[in-house]
């Protein structure tokens, strides 16, 4: 994609995990409090990664081959360690901030779409002085429900009437990708994230980024502006 053509989107959506916020510490420390409580030692924490972005229950079962019950407990151990440390053992990454409130400023409306509990990405956003640059920021129910990205993203696209063929998501998985794209909503996926390049790049996105700077730029002829806040902030 071309500097320029994302002028005419006037919603833009981001995934949070791996796109907004760098997770792994607090999300991988929650699982293995998890998987402690089951038995279960694991001995390559750093593949945890495959966790961060895809639904959580879901990977659960696929990694541990855990049943529909055990999946849903071993959730519910994860969110006692997740709430009390874990979402807080977390950082934004750079240039995050500034693009955020870059965009505000030309009148584009933001929202959050992911698949953690909302509950979880309002107190992280909250945490870090971030919400008050959303619109609005929508997860997954505290049932595990709606965390299929596509999901997320439609009732986004209902709950705030957004027009699909004026909105991009933005994000570092294919889930991201997949839920946009099923949406009729174009899609930009990011490289510094969890997702690999191979992975994104499966996905056919209209553009692929690999910074916070390129992104910006992205949005141009801003891109001299975003520059601009950042040095001025």
């Not at 107190?123 to 609005?136: K, Y």
Request: glycine share 8%; net charge negative; proline share 3%.
């Amino acid at each position: 994609m071309k500097a320029g053509m994302i002028l005419r989107y006037e919603n833009v959506l981001f995934d949070l995990d791996g796109t907004l916020t760098d997770s792994k510490e607090g999300i991988i420390n929650s699982i293995l409090y998890a998987l402690d409580k089951f038995g279960i030692t694991e001995k390559r924490p750093n593949e945890l990664e495959s966790f961060i972005g895809p639904p959580l229950r879901e990977s659960f079962m696929k990694r541990y081959h855990l049943s529909n019950d055990d999946a849903d407990r071993a959730v519910l151990v994860y969110r006692e360690y997740f709430s009390d440390k874990g979402l807080y053992q977390n950082r934004v990454y750079s240039g995050i901030p500034e693009l955020l409130q870059y965009l505000g400023h030309n009148l584009v409306r933001l929202f959050v779409a992911t698949s953690k509990p909302t509950m979880f990405a309002t107190r992280i956003l909250e945490h870090f002085q971030l919400d008050t640059c959303f619109d609005g920021i929508i997860g997954s129910n505290p049932d595990n429900s709606r965390t299929d990205k596509t999901d997320v993203i439609a009732h986004v696209v209902s709950k705030y009437r957004l027009n699909p063929s004026r909105s991009v998501m933005i994000g570092d998985r294919k889930h991201d990708l997949i839920g946009a794209r099923n949406n009729s909503m174009a899609c930009i996926g990011v490289t510094w994230g969890y997702g690999s390049v191979d992975e994104i790049e499966s996905q056919q996105p209209d553009a692929i980024v690999n910074t916070v700077d390129m992104l910006g730029e992205i949005f141009a002829g801003w891109g001299e502006g975003f520059k601009r806040l950042k040095v001025e902030g």
